[in-house]
Nanobody, 123 residues
Framework: QVQLQESGGGVAQAGDSLRLSCVAS??????????MGWFRQAPGKERDFIAA????????YYADSVKGRFTVSKDNAKNTLYLQMNSLMPEDTAVYYC??????????????WGQGTQVTVSS
């Protein structure tokens, strides 16, 4: 099992920026057909897809709600995934999770999850 640990969450004001990090450890990551992504879950809401990368190819994927504001990136040598969040809005408030798996958009395609990091954006 791959262990994932998020960091970088906190309290921000609308318009501010935060950068989340996710470090993978444990089992080595697969060489092909593997994705690492970000999801978020607000109280009483579903866990929704935010952004993802193909770990072995230069491909990225974004939810419409964060396009132009969030940027996902990776450092393969450090087994680290990042989410740069700019122009934060109150509706971005949620627990943010990183995940690894064989799919892109659905939680069901990911079998490794971090414990989450809280992001709170005030108006």
């Amino acid at each position: 099992q791959v262990q994932l640990q998020e960091s970088g969450g906190g309290v921000a004001q609308a318009g501010d920026s935060l950068r989340l990090s996710c470090v993978a450890s444990g089992h080595p990551l697969p060489l092909t057909n593997y994705f690492m992504g970000w999801f978020r879950q607000a109280p009483g809401k579903e866990r929704d897809f935010i952004a993802a990368v193909n770990w072995n190819f230069p491909a990225t994927y974004y939810a419409d709600s964060v396009k132009g504001r969030f940027t996902v990136s990776k450092d393969n040598a450090k087994n680290t995934l990042y989410l740069q969040m700019n122009s934060l809005m109150p509706e971005d408030t949620a627990v943010y999770y990183c995940a690894g798996g064989i799919g892109i958009y659905s939680t069901s395609k990911y079998d490794s999850w971090g414990q989450g990091t809280q992001v709170t954006v005030s108006s």
